[in-house]
């Protein structure tokens, strides 16, 4: 016959009678403090609806994508540009609202800026996350407005528009004297035609002693130039996405959230109250 252990029976019992008064301490403590978890139960689900409606916003992300026009500056500086933004968003939203021409509103919303390059280095993709709303329209504006405004970018920038319009007016010049000298060979071909056979023969529409394809030279040139002076910013914007909702609220989470926290205090609150409530058990009890 199997003998039986004492010692293994009576932990038995002692641990279901340990389990047995955990059980019933925990009741007792929820009868006597179900009120005080209760309401704050209720001020958490109030706090959290008050918190959803007045502060919490929807998070959106948009990308802005740039192309490099110049080969100034490298687009490792042009990221870095962008990087001083997103330090300018963490530190100093005044100074960020002012860098790109925002309302104070907008600069608030502003939650991260980063940027990249794409398949060349003459893309860069700028990621924008933000909360509430954003003008897109105007920002994919500004930004360019703002790298140009570097002061060493700005030199460069003034140094080669000056050079664009010294060569503007060059062509200008030009076109004047070739279309000067074009008259002039036009007046003398009609002039010999009307002695030869009375009358005005250009052969084959093209006398190659004109100047058509000077003429078309110089103001194909001279566009050039015009067309480089419109486009004079380091970047150009190409495209910019529409906003995407990348973190939608909601009034459910927010609310259950502060349930739960508001749960813990009370909870941390009515642990102290009945330490203390031993504590003078504790202490009456030794005094008798």
Do not use: W
Not at 103 to 117: F, L, M, R, Y
Not at 203 to 220: A, T, V
């Amino acid at each position: 016959m199997e003998k039986s252990h004492p010692e293994a029976h009576n932990q038995e019992i002692d641990l279901f009678l340990l389990l047995n008064q955990m059980v019933a301490g925990t009741y007792r403590f929820l009868t006597r403090h179900y009120k005080t978890l209760l309401i704050a139960g209720i001020t958490g689900g109030i706090f959290g609806t008050a918190i959803y409606f007045l502060f919490q916003k929807n998070l959106y992300q948009t990308q802005i994508i740039a192309f490099k026009q110049k080969d100034f500056p490298s687009s490792k500086v042009l990221l870095k540009m962008i990087d001083n933004l997103n330090e300018l968003n963490i530190s100093n939203k005044t100074l960020l609202q002012k860098k790109l021409n925002l309302s104070a509103q907008e600069a608030q919303n502003i939650q991260n800026i980063k940027a990249d390059t794409l398949d060349t280095s003459k893309y860069i993709q700028i990621t924008i996350s933000y909360k509430d709303s954003l003008n897109i329209q105007n920002l994919s504006k500004n930004i360019p407005v703002y790298i140009d405004s570097n002061p060493l970018i700005k030199k460069e920038l003034e140094i080669e528009k000056q050079s664009r319009i010294t060569m503007l007016k060059c062509y200008e010049e030009e076109l004047l004297k070739v279309d000067s000298m074009q008259k002039m060979a036009l007046a003398t071909q009609k002039k010999r035609s009307k002695e030869a056979s009375n009358r005005y023969i250009v052969l084959n529409g093209k006398p190659e002693h004109l100047y058509h394809k000077d003429i078309i030279n110089l103001r194909n040139s001279k566009l050039t130039e015009e067309e480089a002076l419109q486009h004079m910013s380091v970047v150009e914007v190409v495209e910019y996405q529409n906003e995407t909702k990348i973190k939608k609220r909601s009034l459910t989470d927010t609310c259950i959230n502060y349930i739960l926290l508001f749960l813990a205090i009370g909870l941390l609150y009515t642990l102290a109250v009945e330490m203390v409530r031993k504590a003078k058990r504790l202490e009456n009890t030794e005094t008798k």
